[in-house]
């Protein structure tokens, strides 16, 4: 099996639903291999965090997009996150993203964790009353969704009221984040940025008239005072990106999380006696599921390479950081789940100029969270089979039933 077939088959159902077989195919192969014309394949963890390090490697920007990628300006989706810091070049990506970061600062997620702390206290009182009887309850609905989202609309400014309809745009406005989203999935996809767009704009003008204490308003006075550092279109795109990514990759990681403690008991009763630390279980479980996949650059020089494999001008490069987390040149027994590891280092995040902002929140919720969901139910187990969201750039769970006994 050569890069290009493994590509392939991780794009099927098959692949989507479990990649790390293929994942170690790949490693057979070397830390990159050739995934056909213009496309290499990079799994090592050294040389996929060479090319997240690297400003020589662009992301697929809208200039890109717009060149290469057929029908790109017909999807509002896809605009709208071309127009955001995630798929942004410099020097446009470290202006916005030095803007952004002024206010979304390490100080201010660190000052959350009362906030998160009450947040976990509070649902796991609704998940106790919803499961009282004994009846199963969705894990991922009644919890891994609701805590993210909840944290990061109270830091943007979105009212309580309005929160509920978010989960379904953002599930729908992502899958333009896919390798090859449908035709249904990318006009679901949008519609849903399309209903984003319109709510940020409308705060951003109510946020504009009447500030608040909060991370929209930051942003709107930001961006009035300094005309130059970020357009109203960048704004509104990187207001919708900072609620997608605030809880979609959290709510994967604490259903990914909670999945893996069900599949080795010996390490949940380690966490619940000290014998692992909730900071070494996060780092694990982004190590050896990540809630991210994949992510990809593009080559626009013909004199760069990759673990020595050529990437001339245009060549895409495949960033498999599932794969990355589980290389064995990196990890001793990387097939095995051990939130006892020391130096784990997972590239879930990225690294380099588009390391993931919210990293630190992400981290703060799942720590917070996992180790008091068991300490408060120390009988959770499943209530059946869990459903998988049928992604590959975006992993985890649609449902998690569980019984609190």
């Given at each position: 099996?050569?890069?290009?077939?493994?590509?392939?088959?991780?794009?099927?159902?098959?692949?989507?639903?479990?990649?790390?077989?293929?994942?170690?195919?790949?490693?057979?192969?070397?830390?990159?291999?050739?995934?056909?014309?213009?496309?290499?394949?990079?799994?090592?963890?050294?040389?996929?965090?060479?090319?997240?390090?690297?400003?020589?490697?662009?992301?697929?920007?809208?200039?890109?997009?717009?060149?290469?990628?057929?029908?790109?300006?017909?999807?509002?989706?896809?605009?709208?996150?071309?127009?955001?810091?995630?798929?942004?070049?410099?020097?446009?990506?470290?202006?916005?993203?030095?803007?952004?970061?002024?206010?979304?600062?390490?100080?201010?997620?660190?000052?959350?964790?009362?906030?998160?702390?009450?947040?976990?206290?509070?649902?796991?009182?609704?998940?106790?009353?919803?499961?009282?009887?004994?009846?199963?309850?969705?894990?991922?609905?009644?919890?891994?969704?609701?805590?993210?989202?909840?944290?990061?609309?109270?830091?943007?400014?979105?009212?309580?009221?309005?929160?509920?309809?978010?989960?379904?745009?953002?599930?729908?406005?992502?899958?333009?984040?896919?390798?090859?989203?449908?035709?249904?999935?990318?006009?679901?996809?949008?519609?849903?940025?399309?209903?984003?767009?319109?709510?940020?704009?409308?705060?951003?003008?109510?946020?504009?008239?009447?500030?608040?204490?909060?991370?929209?308003?930051?942003?709107?006075?930001?961006?009035?005072?300094?005309?130059?550092?970020?357009?109203?279109?960048?704004?509104?795109?990187?207001?919708?990106?900072?609620?997608?990514?605030?809880?979609?990759?959290?709510?994967?990681?604490?259903?990914n999380g909670l999945a893996l403690l069900f599949g080795?008991?010996?390490?949940?009763?380690?966490?619940?006696?000290?014998?692992?630390?909730?900071?070494?279980?996060?780092?694990?479980?982004?190590?050896?599921?990540?809630?991210?996949q994949l992510t990809s650059r593009i080559s626009l020089?013909?004199?760069?390479?990759?673990?020595?494999?050529?990437?001339?001008?245009?060549?895409?490069?495949?960033?498999?950081?599932?794969?990355?987390?589980?290389?064995?040149?990196?990890?001793?027994?990387?097939?095995?789940?051990?939130?006892?590891?020391?130096?784990?280092?997972?590239?879930?995040?990225?690294?380099?100029?588009?390391?993931?902002?919210?990293?630190?929140?992400?981290?703060?919720?799942?720590?917070?969270?996992?180790?008091?969901?068991?300490?408060?139910?120390?009988?959770?187990?499943?209530?059946?089979?869990?459903?998988?969201?049928?992604?590959?750039?975006?992993?985890?769970?649609?449902?998690?039933?569980?019984?609190?006994?």
């Open positions: 099996m050569d890069g290009e077939e493994i590509i392939g088959r991780l794009l099927d159902a098959e692949g989507r639903a479990d990649p790390y077989p293929l994942y170690a195919r790949a490693h057979e192969l070397g830390p990159v291999s050739e995934a056909g014309p213009n496309m290499v394949l990079a799994v090592g963890h050294r040389e996929v965090n060479q090319v997240l390090r690297s400003t020589a490697f662009h992301v697929p920007d809208a200039a890109l997009r717009e060149r290469w990628e057929d029908g790109y300006l017909e999807h509002s989706s896809k605009v709208l996150l071309g127009a955001s810091m995630l798929e942004t070049n410099a020097p446009d990506h470290g202006r916005m993203r030095s803007l952004i970061a002024s206010v979304f600062t390490a100080r201010r997620v660190a000052a959350l964790e009362p906030a998160v702390v009450a947040a976990v206290d509070g649902l796991l009182d609704e998940l106790a009353e919803a499961g009282a009887d004994g009846s199963p309850v969705d894990f991922m609905d009644a919890f891994a969704y609701r805590l993210p989202v909840g944290v990061i609309c109270e830091l943007l400014g979105v009212p309580a009221a309005d929160r509920a309809r978010f989960r379904p745009l953002a599930d729908d406005l992502t899958a333009a984040l896919e390798l090859l989203p449908t035709d249904p999935e990318l006009a679901a996809a949008d519609v849903a940025a399309d209903e984003l767009s319109d709510y940020f704009t409308e705060l951003a003008a109510r946020r504009q008239a009447e500030p608040a204490d909060d991370l929209v308003s930051a942003l709107v006075q930001a961006a009035a005072a300094d005309h130059g550092r970020l357009s109203g279109r960048e704004l509104l795109a990187n207001l919708v990106l900072l609620l997608a990514a605030g809880f979609e990759t959290t709510t994967n990681l604490l259903g080795h008991p010996a390490e949940r009763a380690a966490l619940r006696s000290g014998q692992v630390t909730p900071g070494g279980l996060v780092e694990e479980v982004l190590r050896y599921d990540s809630p991210v020089s013909d004199e760069l390479s990759v673990g020595g494999v050529p990437t001339p001008y245009g060549t895409g490069i495949y960033l498999l950081l599932g794969a990355a987390n589980r290389d064995p040149a990196r990890y001793p027994d990387p097939e095995r789940f051990d939130p006892r590891r020391t130096d784990s280092q997972p590239v879930s995040f990225g690294g380099g100029p588009h390391f993931c902002l919210g990293a630190q929140l992400a981290r703060l919720e799942a720590t917070v969270a996992l180790p008091a969901l068991l300490d408060r139910f120390p009988g959770l187990a499943p209530a059946g089979p869990p459903t998988r969201r049928d992604r590959l750039v975006l992993r985890g769970y649609r449902t998690l039933p569980v019984t609190l006994r």
